[in-house]
């Protein structure tokens, strides 16, 4: 219990020192956000894909005794990266009472691609710095391939799926480059982040888990 409680406390000092270096609002890039994402008390857009250990996922089967905290991103974006600390300890903090799920969507930086948030490629400062060169996949078997690498690079804890090429669950829920959802017992969005903000989702799982 000891090490755990220190990890935690090593990945809430690292999103904090990281928290300020990300956006918080859509900007001029996301301002489709607003209208084309699910609005908070709407039914979540369901959804069926293949997770990247080759089962089958259903967002209907993760609702009814749990809320559910639904993240899209890709590897290629920074936040996706750099909030994993907060998402760590927050999974780590919730993973009895609350469904965890990523959906990997294509790439939002690529390299020796168009951005589809840009007219053109958009590598990011970040990634620059970081030397991160991912390629859009051009398959759906390589974007699951992309997906299973990015889960054990980044030691994500829990179920990951990746979104077909067709972008359906990604243009659901909002076309946007790392957003977050949190999901009531019935199926409504009871959060939604245009960036992903642990902190955010933990204040919304704490109002939904006093309200059981």
Same mark, same amino acid.
């Given at each position: 219990?000891?090490?755990?409680?220190? =990890?935690? *406390?090593?990945?809430?000092?690292? *999103?904090?020192?990281?928290?300020?270096? /990300?956006?918080?609002?859509?900007?001029?890039?996301?301002?489709? /956000?607003?209208?084309? %994402?699910?609005?908070?008390?709407?039914?979540?857009?369901?959804?069926?894909?293949?997770?990247?250990?080759?089962?089958?996922?259903?967002?209907?089967?993760?609702?009814?005794?749990? @809320?559910?905290?639904?993240?899209?991103?890709?590897?290629?974006?920074?936040? !996706? =990266?750099? =909030?994993? /600390?907060?998402?760590?300890?927050?999974?780590?903090? !919730?993973?009895?009472?609350?469904?965890?799920? $990523?959906?990997?969507?294509?790439?939002?930086? @690529?390299?020796? %691609?168009?951005?589809?948030? +840009?007219?053109?490629?958009?590598?990011?400062?970040?990634?620059?710095?970081?030397?991160?060169?991912?390629?859009?996949?051009?398959?759906?078997? %390589?974007?699951?391939?992309?997906?299973?690498?990015?889960?054990?690079?980044?030691?994500? *804890?829990?179920?990951?799926?990746?979104?077909?090429?067709?972008?359906?669950?990604?243009?659901?829920?909002? %076309?946007?480059?790392?957003? *977050?959802?949190? $999901?009531?017992?019935?199926?409504?969005? +009871?959060?939604?982040?245009?960036?992903?903000?642990?902190?955010? $989702?933990?204040? +919304?799982?704490?109002?939904?888990?006093?309200?059981?």
């Amino acid at each position: 219990m000891q090490d755990v409680g220190l =990890r935690l *406390a090593w990945y809430a000092l690292v *999103a904090a020192a990281l928290g300020g270096c /990300f956006p918080q609002q859509a900007g001029p890039r996301l301002q489709h /956000f607003d209208w084309s %994402a699910p609005q908070v008390g709407a039914p979540a857009p369901l959804f069926e894909l293949q997770a990247i250990d080759g089962t089958r996922v259903r967002l209907q089967d993760l609702l009814g005794d749990k @809320p559910t905290v639904l993240q899209l991103g890709s590897h290629s974006c920074p936040v !996706y =990266r750099y =909030r994993r /600390f907060g998402m760590a300890a927050l999974h780590e903090k !919730y993973k009895d009472r609350v469904n965890f799920l $990523i959906v990997y969507t294509l790439e939002a930086h @690529p390299a020796g %691609a168009k951005s589809p948030y +840009a007219d053109g490629e958009w590598l990011t400062w970040w990634n620059r710095f970081g030397g991160v060169r991912i390629p859009q996949s051009a398959s759906s078997e %390589a974007r699951r391939a992309q997906a299973r690498l990015s889960h054990e690079v980044l030691r994500i *804890a829990y179920p990951m799926a990746a979104d077909g090429m067709d972008n359906r669950v990604w243009k659901a829920y909002g %076309a946007a480059s790392s957003p *977050a959802f949190v $999901i009531d017992r019935n199926g409504h969005v +009871a959060l939604r982040q245009v960036w992903l903000d642990p902190t955010g $989702i933990a204040q +919304a799982l704490d109002r939904l888990l006093t309200d059981q």
